[in-house]
């Protein structure tokens, strides 16, 4: 498996550090709010790969982080009159309503920064220890000029970002380039005992220090959207590395852009929308199936448009399913025939296809098609009168490579009962209609056609889909 590594700007193969191990590190949502759809496609995509990562028989270790202190929660905490707990709570409740939504499995571990205060004291002690971090007033900050290596990630050179760096008149800091770890308590805000004071930590410190708690001091992967790059990773980098005096990441991920409507995603354009939103409004799984059309590195355009095509596709998957299920209970007993042995034996060349495409840098856009490639084959196979065998056999093979991408997994409220219901009016149909009592028969169908229930007689047996 080949994977673009930010650090090198190139595809790189994939060598865990440890054989079958992976240590996987994503950058989670700062909680003050529900989640937008730009924070969904590093959720959809770094879950696909974690799966693809265990398909191909990895045991993956996936740390996701929560921010729950922060300017913005604090600013939330105010304007609703309450604490910075109570907002950060309330809204990692909602990220995990939005996460399994859209099919996004729990991570390992979820810490929480204010749940590694000590963990972020220590670390910061240390890089003070190495002359790396200095305290002033409370504040804690980095000198950045003295990580020889600094801007390696984004490949920008100091001097370039020194440029670009403002300072206060009234700022304590040593250099422009210089940032927080650690931050001084004001009036009215959460704060923590420290060796400098009462305060609490800066952003970029906490996935540090919780990715080496977690993970160890060097981990395979760590991902995040592309504005992530700077300064939040460069500035881990920076951190880490100088505190354990090692490598930090062997391999850094990061997804594109998400426009909306070919335009930036902004409050002050009015194109700002949760993922709550687009779910109301297409469905989780049609927002999972759209982040996946896509190669994750690719910038990526929301519209209506694009919403609406990924619904039509899921439809025609959840199609293919429903007939093979159906053909599962209904088809032909006994074993498969040469010919349908002869087809199960293609499956390896799909999943030979399946699997080039997501060891070529996770391209799934190019993994869903081979799907659509599987289930038009399967759809002629089993056109007239399949075994069961076959059947189950060509369901258990989608099934595989949806599992992978998380698709085909929402079961809409009370469906198991109305499938129960719906089978047992189709039987008293069939056997009004054996009895000759048309006018019953007739009830039921249009009973049936009320709940907006289509059948269709097929070879085996009469068929039901719902619209």
């Not at 034996?345 to 799934?364: G, I, P, V």
Request: net charge negative.
């Amino acid at each position: 498996m080949k994977l673009f590594n930010t650090m090198t700007r190139q595809k790189e193969e994939f060598v865990p550090l440890t054989p079958g191990e992976v240590k996987m590190y994503c950058c989670g949502p700062t909680v003050y709010n529900y989640i937008h759809v730009g924070n969904a496609r590093p959720m959809i995509l770094f879950d696909v790969l974690r799966r693809y990562l265990e398909y191909r028989g990895n045991k993956v270790t996936f740390v996701q982080n929560f921010t729950d202190v922060d300017d913005k929660i604090i600013k939330r905490a105010n304007e609703e009159g309450t604490t910075s707990q109570a907002i950060s709570e309330k809204y990692i409740d909602e990220y995990f309503k939005d996460a399994h939504g859209l099919g996004v499995r729990d991570a390992t571990i979820h810490p929480k920064a204010t749940e590694n205060i000590q963990q972020i004291i220590d670390l910061v002690q240390t890089l003070i220890d190495k002359g790396y971090a200095y305290a002033v007033n409370g504040d804690v900050y980095y000198r950045t000029k003295k990580f020889a290596d600094y801007g390696k990630l984004s490949h920008q050179p100091i001097e370039e970002l020194q440029a670009g760096a403002r300072i206060d008149v009234n700022d304590v800091k040593e250099d422009p380039l210089d940032f927080a770890l650690w931050k001084a308590a004001k009036p009215g805000e959460p704060y923590w005992d420290s060796p400098w004071g009462q305060g609490r930590p800066g952003w970029h410190i906490e996935c540090s220090a919780m990715s080496n708690r977690y993970l160890g001091k060097t981990i395979d992967i760590h991902c995040g959207g592309e504005d992530l790059q700077f300064p939040h990773h460069e500035n881990e980098i920076a951190q880490s590395e100088a505190a354990n005096g090692c490598k930090f990441v062997n391999y850094w991920l990061h997804n594109g852009f998400l426009n909306i409507d070919n335009q930036k995603m902004s409050k002050s354009l009015g194109n700002f929308f949760t993922v709550r939103e687009a779910a109301e409004a297409y469905g989780y799984e049609a927002v999972r199936f759209f982040m996946l059309s896509a190669q994750y590195r690719s910038p990526l355009n929301y519209s209506r448009d694009s919403l609406i095509m990924a619904q039509n596709s899921l439809d025609r998957l959840y199609t293919a399913e429903s007939n093979l299920e159906f053909l599962v209970k209904n088809g032909a007993d006994g074993e498969m025939t040469p010919q349908e042995r002869a087809f199960t034996e293609t499956f390896d060349s799909y999943r030979q296809k399946f699997d080039d495409a997501m060891d070529d840098d996770l391209n799934t856009a190019d993994a869903v098609s081979v799907i659509f490639e599987l289930v038009r084959a399967i759809n002629i196979a089993v056109e007239k009168t399949p075994t069961k065998a076959l059947a189950q056999a060509c369901l258990e093979m989608l099934h595989e490579f949806t599992q992978v991408l998380g698709l085909l997994y929402q079961k809409k409220e009370g469906e198991e009962n109305l499938d129960a219901k719906v089978e047992a009016m189709i039987q008293a149909r069939q056997a009004a209609r054996k009895e000759k009592n048309f006018a019953e028969a007739d009830r039921i169908r249009d009973e049936l056609k009320a709940m907006g229930i289509t059948l269709m007689d097929t070879p085996q047996g009469v068929k039901w889909s719902k619209a």
